[in-house]
């Protein structure tokens, strides 16, 4: 069993920045496929951006990329998502994902294939 648990979402004004931050219990962090999603009012949840065990393979979409980086600290067990130059249509709760199987190649982009997840945090970005 995992838990997971985000931080560091909030307020901001467009062009601004914000640290998201996902703590995991237990041992086999360093072990799982990562991600981040996002989801808006009304909207399903959607993919932001997704790592690899040993942090070597990022994905992002194509509305984040450029602005938004994913990293992880395995001696940490700690996920991080750094979001620069925010826009009001980034405004979402954020939910952090873990998935036991890594993919034999390519991403895994739908929420389907992740096993664990976060409570999430909200993120608001103001015009």
């Known amino acids: 069993q995992v838990q997971l648990a985000e931080s560091g979402g909030g307020l901001v004004q467009a062009g601004g920045s914000l640290r998201l931050s996902c703590a995991a219990s237990g041992r086999t962090f360093s072990s799982y496929t990562m991600a981040w999603f996002r989801q808006a009012p009304g909207k399903e949840r959607d993919i932001v951006t997704t790592?690899?065990?040993?942090?070597?393979?990022?994905y992002y979409a194509d509305s984040v990329k450029g602005r938004f980086t994913i990293s992880r600290d395995n001696t940490k067990n700690t996920l991080y998502l750094q979001m620069n130059s925010l826009k009001p249509e980034d405004t979402a709760v954020y939910y952090c994902?873990?998935?036991?199987?890594?993919?034999?190649?390519?991403?895994?982009?739908?929420?389907?294939?992740?096993?664990?997840w976060g409570q999430g945090t909200q993120v608001t970005v103001s015009s």
């Open positions: 994902a873990a998935s036991t199987v890594r993919p034999s190649s390519g991403f895994y982009i739908s929420p389907t294939k992740y096993d664990y």
């Open positions: 790592i690899s065990w040993s942090g070597g393979t990022t």
